[in-house]
């Protein structure tokens, strides 16, 4: 079976001596080819553009003084073969499997949706701890939290606080109970 690559051999180890070869190739006319060296193998590729050229060279395999010319079982691809593709790359397999990312699921049934989440806890402390803040010369609801170097944090008060609307804030209801979960 014809194909694009041809596998070089000869009674000693060709990869290491490739010039003669090389130059039978150069003369050969049959366009541009790429030698693979295979000195483990004693063997040496040679990938050219087409069948047809593969196939004139191994027409004239007899001019060559001791080496013999073999098809390959397969074609070799590559940027001989289709110019733009890139060296040395493998290509991605096609994916076979696809995965799918589905929504969280719903609480079962019997989940108690009035259960919500209180509040946060407000320590008695906290309100003090701002009004005691309170640095002589600062207008009135102004308080400064912390003064530094690098920078001044402060709480000034709202004016039109009452006139807006305020919206409740949302509650987050509590999960199901596990079966892991300790009562």
């Not at 694009?4 to 000869?10: F, K, P, R, Y």
């Not at 098809?71 to 499997?97: A, C, N, Q």
């Amino acid at each position: 079976m014809e194909t694009n690559t041809l596998i070089a051999t000869s009674a000693g180890n060709i990869a290491h001596n490739v010039e003669p070869l090389k130059q039978w190739l150069l003369t050969s006319g049959v366009g541009e080819m790429q030698l693979i060296l295979l000195p483990g193998f004693k063997r040496v590729l040679v990938v050219t553009e087409s069948r047809k050229a593969a196939q004139t060279l191994m027409n004239k395999g007899n001019e060559l003084d001791g080496v013999k010319l073999r098809y390959t079982l397969t074609d070799t691809e590559g940027p001989m073969v289709h110019p733009g593709e890139e060296i040395g790359r493998l290509k991605v397999p096609p994916s076979r499997r696809q995965l799918l990312v589905s929504p969280p699921t719903s609480p079962p049934p019997e989940f108690d949706f009035s259960r919500c989440e209180g509040a946060p806890p407000v320590s008695p402390g906290h309100k003090a701890s701002l009004s005691s803040k309170h640095t002589s010369g600062e207008a009135l609801g102004h308080h400064t939290l912390l003064s530094s170097a690098a920078g001044t944090i402060t709480i000034d008060p709202v004016e039109n606080a009452e006139s807006e609307p305020q919206e409740p804030m949302p509650h987050t209801t509590l999960p199901p109970k596990s079966i892991f979960d300790e009562e």
